[in-house]
């Protein structure tokens, strides 16, 4: 009964939801965009009240234009910003530091890879701003990032809806049970991962960022390479 309450609701406000949520989770707010993405994903699939082409659409578009905000903002405010205010929402020293150090080696491409793991989604684009990427390179990584990332999350997203739909019984107890170990293995993969760049990061740029020259801050560096590099 109340399943069938919700559904009007969810098919409704839908689409709305997932373009807000995402987009604020570009711009640098954290809040789960992905799970919005593929929650609304596996709804059109087991329902058939939300259409999955429009769900992606509107999750590629929140994704580029909240990864546009975000790369203003991080050109306006840069450093001083992430500083002062990181900390509140989860942005942590040493997340500042990875995401300093993925860019220093890899460019601008961090902003496409960044749309596919948690602990750059959020402030890959605010972070392209700070190291002052160009216009050009960073539309082309956050236009195609936010698509592809819509498209494989929505149509995974759908695709479980659908044989969730199509299953009945034991079955679908144990399709749900692969789907609840896969997500807690994605989890420790990710939080490993993290552990690890942390320690290159750190160990790349060990000045603390509170201790930070003020000329540096001023144009948007956020650390000092270590001596030798």
């Known amino acids: 009964m ?37 929650l609304a994903a596996i709804f059109a699939g087991a329902t058939g009240l939300l259409d999955i082409k429009l769900v992606m659409a509107l999750a590629a578009a929140g994704s580029i234009l909240g ?43 961090i902003v496409f890879f960044g749309r596919f793991v948690a602990i750059l989604r959020i402030f890959a684009a605010f972070l392209a701003g700070v190291n002052r990427f160009g216009w050009g390179q960073f539309l082309f990584y956050n236009a195609t990032g ?38 807690a293995i994605g989890w420790w993969l990710i939080h490993t991962q993290e552990q690890k760049l942390i320690a290159r990061a750190v160990a790349a740029y060990p000045t603390p960022l509170r201790g930070l020259a003020p000329d540096l801050v001023a144009s948007g560096r956020i650390v000092q390479p270590a001596a030798g590099e």
Not at 13 to 35: D, N, Q, W
Not at 149 to 178: C, M, N, Q
């Open 2 to 38: 109340f399943v069938e309450t919700i559904k009007p609701l969810i098919a409704q406000h839908g689409y709305f939801a997932v373009f807000c949520i995402v987009m604020l989770e570009s711009v640098g707010v954290p809040i789960p965009g992905e799970t919005a993405l593929v």
């Open 67 to 109: 990864g546009g905000i975000g790369f203003l903002a991080g050109r306006r405010f840069g450093l001083p910003l992430l500083l002062n205010h990181g900390g509140k929402v989860g942005l942590s020293d040493d997340r500042i530091k990875i995401g300093q150090y993925l860019f220093d080696h890899h460019g601008a491409k």
């Open 146 to 183: 936010g698509v592809v990332w819509a498209a494989i999350f929505g149509l995974g997203g759908y695709a479980f809806g659908d044989t969730i739909e199509r299953v009945e019984g034991p079955l679908s107890k144990i399709v749900l049970a692969l789907v609840v170990l896969g997500v």
